[in-house]
């Protein structure tokens, strides 16, 4: 069991930045294939960004490439993400997730389906 807490959002003008971070419980947390997602409302959840579990391999949604970093502290059990030139469709609440389903190490999920813990989120606005 793992519990997830999501921090660092905000309102922030368009082409601005903010580091989200998640703070993880239990002693296990580099065992986890981590992940962040977003819901806009009206709108279905939607994969972000995803680490490995040594945070060797990461993945990203195609509209943020270039834009956004995630990354992780095995140590400090927290996962980050670094968003920056921000847009207006970028709005809605970003959870983050964590996924004990993995095979090995590199693999990084790019759907909801294999996480299995998830954060209430945190909201991030971007206004025009």
């Known amino acids: 069991q793992v519990q997830l807490v999501e921090s660092g959002g905000g309102v922030v003008q368009a082409g601005g930045s903010l580091r989200l971070s998640c703070a993880a419980s239990?002693?296990?947390?580099?065992?986890?294939?981590m992940g962040w997602f977003r819901q806009a409302p009206g709108r279905e959840r939607e994969f972000v960004a995803g680490v490995s579990r040594s945070g060797g391999t990461t993945n990203y949604r195609d509209s943020v490439k270039g834009r956004f970093t995630i990354s992780r502290d095995n140590a400090k059990n927290t996962v980050y993400l670094q968003m920056s030139s921000l847009k207006p469709e970028d709005t809605g609440v970003y959870h983050c997730?964590?996924?004990?389903?993995?095979?090995?190490?590199?693999?990084?999920?790019?759907?909801?389906?294999?996480?299995?813990?998830w954060g209430l989120g945190t909201q991030v606005t971007v206004s025009s």
């Open positions: 997730a964590a996924s004990a389903r993995a095979w090995e190490d590199g693999v990084v999920f790019t759907y909801g389906g294999p996480y299995d813990y």
């Open positions: 239990g002693r296990t947390f580099s065992s986890y294939v």
